[in-house]
């Protein structure tokens, strides 16, 4: 099976995790093309077998320059899996010229009008699911657990990753952690535009021998397993990969009530912002218990993210669609 990934993102986050880590398994049994912009930063943490192509033209969603680069490299795939609402809304343009077996999965909450057009839909939560008109696919991202170096810091640690965008919270997140009474260190893993103003903020509040913004880091799972607790303090989100890492990583994870996460922690971990101070507080003062307690009730929900299971779900949906293309 000939499988492309098309996605209109040059940076590397979250769903380009997805692409990347996906593709570099699918690859092991076929044979997979990734389309993305010239200036691809992600293209080196590919598989050397996966062939890339990085398009010229202005990706604006009606560029017929653009339209001819993609048609020219999707003529013989057997499917084209789109990631993104840009990369969705180019190939249902182009759908409607030539024709091609045309997945996109949804990647979050968010308005998206392109995917109610479009007949295969993979949703990375049932609650983004919900965000479509028609019926889609609930497919979980997978995992491998890796080992790592256990360094686990003398002072109380937390952890939080995410691009530095308002969507993120972690201005709402320093502000709350500002009330905590007994000394911490956390560690913001990310990028983005709003880096800046978080540092203005942090420096507001006199954190800066407790808060850091750390920058892009490849070993998340090394900083997961090594902090008390991973929080996440976002206003919207899809299905995080950092929450999936998370379970695999992390002794205890808070999270506020968003997206498909409500799907996967227990209530007790489910809280407002305001509502982050008294529970850090008591994992501190509880934390061997509490990490337990995390443990025993998420040992279930673990399994789901299973990359083996991941991939063989991938798989049977690809086959449905050619089976019934061809039926």
């Not at 030539?98 to 308005?111: G, L």
């Not at 810091?153 to 009330?179: C, H, Q, W, Y």
């Amino acid at each position: 099976m000939k499988i492309c990934y098309f996605s209109c993102s040059s940076k590397f986050g979250g769903i380009e995790k997805i692409v990347v880590d996906t593709l570099n398994e699918l690859v092991k049994t076929n044979d997979c093309l990734l389309i993305v912009p010239f200036g691809c930063e992600f293209k080196y943490k590919l598989n050397k077998k996966i062939e890339v192509y990085e398009y010229k033209s202005h990706d604006k969603r009606y560029n017929p320059f653009l339209y001819l680069e993609i048609i020219e490299n999707i003529k013989d795939c057997d499917i084209v899996h789109t990631h993104g609402a840009k990369a969705t809304q180019i190939s249902y343009v182009l759908s409607k010229f030539i024709s091609f077996n045309h997945i996109a999965t949804k990647h979050n909450s968010r308005k998206g009008k392109i995917f109610n057009k479009v007949k295969n839909v993979i949703s990375v939560s049932k609650k983004v699911s919900k965000t479509i008109t028609h019926n889609s696919k609930v497919i979980y991202f997978g995992l491998d657990y890796k080992e790592q170096n256990s360094q686990q810091n003398s002072k109380f640690t937390m952890v939080a990753v995410g691009r530095l965008d308002p969507i993120k919270g972690f201005d709402n997140l320093i502000n709350e952690l500002s009330k905590l009474d007994f000394d911490f260190e956390l560690n913001i893993i990310g990028e983005g535009t709003q880096k800046s103003q978080l540092n203005e903020l942090i420096k507001s509040k006199n954190l800066e021998d407790k808060i850091k913004l750390i920058g892009f880091k490849d070993n998340i799972p090394s900083y997961l397993l090594n902090s008390n607790i991973q929080l996440i303090s976002s206003l919207s989100e899809g299905l995080p990969i950092t929450l999936m890492e998370g379970l695999l990583y992390s002794p205890v994870i808070i999270s506020t009530p968003v997206g498909g996460i409500v799907e996967v922690l227990d209530k007790d971990y489910l809280l407002n912002i305001e509502e982050f101070p008294k529970k850090i507080n008591d994992i501190y003062i509880n934390f061997e218990s509490e990490k337990k307690n995390f443990s025993i009730k998420h040992e279930k929900i673990k399994k789901s993210f299973d990359k083996v299971n991941y991939i063989n779900s991938l798989m049977k949906y690809y086959k449905g669609i050619l089976d019934e293309k061809t039926s």
